[in-house]
């Protein structure tokens, strides 16, 4: 038995959606088998062979291009536009008008369990366009993830950016973060802990739910910008009193043959 063609839909489906599992109802038109006529067209013994292509559903013409020389042109048949048989208009099924089948609404019921990824493919078996003498294709579902507003996912792994100021860099800090499940979770640097700009830390078990595997996690995948103060924002006394408390900066011995330079803001 030959089986009919897939058919493809895209689902536009949240991160939330891929890390807690969903339900999502999907409504779609197929083709479906006549019931008033049973698949025939029309009446019982209404649907005869077309006399014009002889059931083949194809025309040949020849086309003289030439002396002695002629070409074949092949079309499909207009009289019964390729399908091979007929059926009379006053015996066409008054249902489908004679196509055998007819338009019919459909709801899915797409269930989207965690771990799934962007890309992944959910399938329903024969659940594709019905046609007489064809078993009926598959419905393919693709899941399209959409971007998040925090979080970037990678594999397993979710990743996000953290601005903290240059105090907490050096001094430690206390940050909370709602997960993709409601939950809030707290990032803790202790006191003595410097976090460099741009340093990638990471809390396990706080990524994405691995596929068929939920209850294990992924991580979370933290980087660091250390957002600095603007320049004056300490007086000069303050600003001495800062140099004590930090290690000490190089000190280099300026001698005749160097030059002073100017540093200006790179635009």
Do not use: W
Not at 34 to 62: H, S, W, Y
Not at 79 to 97: A, L, M, T, V, Y
């Amino acid at each position: 038995t030959f089986t009919g063609k897939n058919v493809v839909h895209q689902l536009s489906v949240s991160l939330e959606d891929m890390y807690n599992g969903a339900m999502r109802k999907l409504a779609l038109q197929k083709n479906v088998i006549c019931d008033k006529c049973e698949g025939r067209g029309g009446k019982k013994g209404a649907v005869e062979c077309c006399p014009n292509c002889r059931g083949t559903g194809m025309q040949i013409r020849i086309h003289q291009i030439g002396p002695g020389m002629v070409q074949q042109i092949q079309s499909v048949c207009m009289e019964c536009q390729g399908h091979g048989e007929r059926i009379s208009p006053k015996d066409r099924c008054k249902s489908c008008n004679g196509r055998k089948i007819v338009r019919e609404k459909k709801i899915l019921e797409v269930h989207i369990d965690k771990g799934m990824k962007d890309g992944q493919k959910i399938t329903f078996h024969g659940e594709g366009d019905q046609e007489p003498g064809l078993e009926p294709g598959d419905i393919i579902i693709v899941l399209d993830q959409k971007d998040h507003s925090v979080f970037t996912r990678r594999d397993e792994d979710l990743l996000l950016s953290m601005d903290i100021q240059l105090v907490e860099a050096l001094c430690g800090f206390q940050k909370p973060i709602t997960t993709l499940d409601n939950r809030t979770i707290i990032i803790t640097s202790h006191p003595g802990q410097v976090v460099e700009h741009g340093a990638i830390k990471c809390v396990l078990n706080e990524g994405m739910p691995i596929y068929r595997r939920p209850y294990e996690k992924g991580r979370l995948i933290i980087e660091f910008r250390v957002i600095f103060p603007e320049s004056g924002f300490l007086s000069s006394e303050k600003l001495s009193l800062l140099e004590k408390l930090l290690p000490t900066r190089q000190e280099i011995e300026e001698t005749e043959e160097m030059e002073q330079v100017e540093l200006v803001d790179f635009d």
